[in-house]
């Protein structure tokens, strides 16, 4: 059952208590009434009654973060055609063993530190490695003695090496001089084809050689008037095969260990053993 003064306050409405100042009468009776709730433990009032998550993350200590690891540096895709241009670049490269000897190193962006990044290093470790562990032509590792060599528009094979064509070379012209003290003439015996398009063309104007010692000294002298030079070749055509000698007065103690230097039309020079293995 409700009591009368509750009912005073809350049936009758707001207006005979407006009208009778009991306004306040009425607070003050309504908080006789009610009980006030103990507080609570763990805090002040209802609202106090049980612990608030909230606070517990609050005054939770925070935790250690976890360092983050760091990726492994990943290699970015190549951007070049690699095998075409390290051909073009081996095909231009006139120190070549400078370019092998990085290779060994492992220091392939000096070897390539005049190009654009995106080389696939695979690729050209792989390249240089089989032009730097085997015979490539260059000094340190020349061509076999039957080797075929390409240039241009040209071939050129050796066919024979004399490594003392004194007594030729005195047979051919009585006036042609003896090889130097501790020099012997090495006559080498050549032929050459020509595959290009530019009719008619001179081997003699497009061809150069020389001979260099185990010793790194270049022998480029001529031993005088010989049979068959080269310069007596005529104009070739196209498919055009001739066979001519080269003669140069080469230090009897770098015989051992020589090459032949040889450029062929107006590309670089590839180096051949003169002896064979």
Do not use: K
């Not at 792989?126 to 490539?136: K, N, Q, V, W």
């Not at 003695?145 to 007594?167: E, K, N, P, Y």
Request: proline residues 8%; negative net charge.
């Amino acid at each position: 059952m409700v009591h009368s003064h509750s009912l005073r306050c809350t049936r009758f409405g707001l207006i005979a208590l407006l009208a009778a100042g009991a306004l306040t009468a009425c607070a003050s009776e309504s908080d006789e009434g009610e009980t006030t709730p103990e507080p609570s433990p763990t805090g002040t009032g209802a609202l106090a009654t049980a612990p608030v998550a909230a606070s517990t993350e609050a005054t939770a200590p925070e935790s250690e973060s976890t360092p983050e690891v760091e990726s492994p540096p990943t290699t970015p895709e190549p951007t070049v055609d690699t095998v075409a241009l390290l051909e073009d670049l081996w095909a231009t490269t006139t120190d070549r063993e400078n370019v092998c000897e990085l290779w060994r190193q492992g220091d392939f962006r000096t070897m390539l530190r005049d190009y654009d990044d995106g080389w696939d290093f695979a690729v050209v470790s792989d390249h240089y490695e089989e032009r730097c562990s085997g015979p490539d032509g260059s000094r340190q590792n020349p061509f076999p003695r039957d080797a075929v060599l390409t240039g241009g528009d040209w071939t050129m094979t050796m066919a024979d090496v004399s490594f003392d064509a004194a007594d030729v070379v005195a047979a051919q012209n009585q006036f042609n001089d003896p090889p130097p003290p501790e020099h012997q003439y090495v006559m080498i015996d050549i032929e050459v084809s020509y595959h290009g398009e530019s009719e008619p063309v001179s081997p003699w104007r497009l061809m150069d050689f020389a001979i260099v010692g185990s010793g790194g000294n270049t022998f480029t002298d001529s031993c005088g008037v010989i049979p068959n030079p080269l310069r007596d070749v005529g104009d070739m055509y196209s498919g055009a095969s001739a066979s001519a000698n080269v003669c140069m007065p080469v230090a009897t103690e770098q015989l051992d260990g020589a090459s032949l230097r040889v450029t062929l039309g107006r590309g670089q020079p590839a180096f051949v053993l003169l002896t064979s293995e």
